[in-house]
């Protein structure tokens, strides 16, 4: 059996936070629309350059063009910076605020918990269900240590459970496999 990968120290705020802002009821894809409504948060579109922004605590703008996994996951992600915004998370550091947004959004619109009673070679499935992206659902797999902390996505791509899929992180178990080396990945190191 996989050891469970070990997660930021900021994993269990992503989940209680997802979860109060989601409020009572998980039926999925979430609609977003009531879930912005009940927060007091109003999602504006139009086209830009960026996926989307955060005007103010509460109201955020996210590119009209974007198909609609990535539309619902910029609108999650800047769910997380209104949070951030209305002082929610005092314990994040602003260094680690774009990884806290990305890892808030998988897991406000595909709760681990959720996540975990589909069958993990369904992927393709479970991205419909939920209404996110594969590679997102391959995230939260590996955060429930289903899938190898580093996975490889259809695309070719290395996602990785520190770095989501931006790869940011120089010191990160995905840099090696960035750099192409052949040799084991150190563990995920980004824990207390
Ligand atoms: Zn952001
Ligand atoms: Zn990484």
Known sequence: MRSAPRLPVWWRSVVSLSTSVRGIGDDFPIDLRS???RNDIEVREGEMAALG???DADTIKVRSSLPADLKRLTTAHEIGHILVKRSRCPWLSSADEERFCDAF???LLAP???V???PASDVEGAAARFGITQESILLQLAALGIVEPLVSAGSGRILCIACGDRRRLLNCACALARGGSTGELPHYPLSA
């Open 112 to 114: 681990v918990s959720a």
């Open 116 to 118: 975990g009673t589909m």
């Open 35 to 37: 879930l912005t409504s």
């Open 105 to 107: 959004a998988r897991e």
């Open 53 to 55: 922004i955060t005007l």
